[in-house]
């Protein structure tokens, strides 16, 4: 009688390999961003592009740094041939999945109103990034994990950024009201 397929040391290799390209994508990924990210800055030089650029080497660093212990973990798994452990796949998932709403909170211009802050930031494109590779997993259970996790994640980082969900009267959680009536208050003249 043959084992499942999640239980096999094939499955479980395949499983691993997937998770490498993954990790090397990622940081492929975030790499590139950097590298465009870091000419802006050079030609567009102002002292809040410097400002935004060393905080966005910081972020990556943590990042590759995360990253990179992971990839020793799973290259290591598979000379061994052995897997890693489910808490070590499910703490993986969360912490990727926090690391954009850290970006969101701690990226961000201070030529960009409040209320936009946590929209008009490229830190939240990094999550559809996570999202996207977590279907490398082959299980949907880690991708629904990511999915919630990079929701919450990013509410807190909004809330964290002065948003405020209004609750009343009206069909949006954000009350434009408030926005437009603190945009005139900001620019108006006496």
């Not at 799973?74 to 998932?93: E, F």
């Not at 409040?114 to 929209?119: I, T």
């Amino acid at each position: 009688m043959s084992e499942p397929h999640e239980k096999s040391v094939a499955f479980q290799q395949a499983l691993l390999k997937s998770e490498r390209l993954r990790i090397l994508i990622l940081v492929g990924a975030i790499g590139a961003a950097f590298v465009l990210r870091t000419i802006r800055t050079i030609i567009l030089h102002s002292r809040e592009d410097f400002h935004l650029w060393l905080l966005t080497f910081l972020w990556i660093a943590l990042f590759v740094g995360y990253e990179s212990l992971m990839l020793r973990a799973v290259n290591r798994a598979i000379q061994i041939g052995g897997d890693l452990k489910n808490a070590t796949w499910i703490s993986n998932i969360i912490v990727e999945s926090c690391l954009p709403a850290l970006g969101v909170a701690f990226l961000w211009s201070p030529s960009i109103d409040p209320a936009y802050r946590p929209l008009a930031n490229t830190a939240v494109l990094v999550f559809f990034c996570f999202i996207i590779l977590s279907t490398l997993h082959l299980n949907p259970m880690p991708c629904r994990v990511a999915g919630l996790v990079a929701a919450v994640s990013y509410l807190a980082a909004a809330v964290y950024l002065g948003w405020k969900p209004s609750f009343g009267g009206g069909a949006s959680l954000l009350s434009i009201q408030k926005i437009v009536f603190g945009y005139r208050q900001k620019y108006q003249y006496d």
